[in-house]
């Protein structure tokens, strides 16, 4: 409930799915060692990149990840695009914050396009066997 002027005014059932919407990721957010930054220091919102730092290494995040996204910025649109550019085996689409933080927990990486705002990109860079070119996952 809200207060206004000594009133109180019920939250819609709406309102409160917006709200709990995103408080899985808040609550990761929390952590010391999640690290969540744009790899793009002139355009931050085109992607973020958020992950473990316990449980990614952020050697891997810098020297795969990074020059991945970075070489093809400019085909960097909807989540699908993205997830086919990435030279990882395990590549996903997750649709839910849920999905997304038992992802985190297991050590992927979360890839969060603003044109897509419901849809999460992760990436497992951890283990070595899972490096691949995009053209082979398909």
């Given at each position: 409930m809200i207060e206004i002027e000594g009133m109180f005014v019920k939250h819609s059932d709406n309102e409160?799915?917006?709200?709990?919407?995103?408080?899985?990721?808040?609550?990761?957010r929390k952590s010391s060692d999640?690290?969540?930054?744009?790899?793009?220091?002139?355009?931050?919102?085109?992607?973020?990149?958020?992950?473990?730092?316990s449980l990614v290494s952020d050697d891997k995040v810098t020297r795969y990840l990074l020059p991945a996204l970075r070489e093809h910025?400019?085909?960097?649109?909807?989540?699908?695009?993205?997830?086919?550019?990435?030279?990882f085996a395990e590549v996903m689409?997750?649709?839910?914050?849920?999905?997304?933080?038992?992802?985190?927990?297991?050590?992927?990486?979360?890839?969060?396009?603003?044109?897509?705002?419901?849809l999460y990109v992760l990436a497992n860079l951890n283990n070595a066997q899972n490096w691949s070119t995009a053209e082979q996952r398909h």
């Open positions: 409160k799915r917006l709200n709990q919407k995103h408080s899985g990721l808040e609550q990761v999640f690290h969540e930054f744009s790899p793009f220091e002139e355009d931050e919102g085109l992607i973020r990149v958020a992950y473990y730092s910025r400019d085909r960097l649109g909807q989540p699908e695009e993205l997830m086919d550019l990435l030279p689409i997750a649709n839910t914050e849920k999905e997304v933080v038992a992802k985190l927990m297991e050590g992927y990486v979360l890839l969060r396009m603003d044109s897509a705002e419901d």
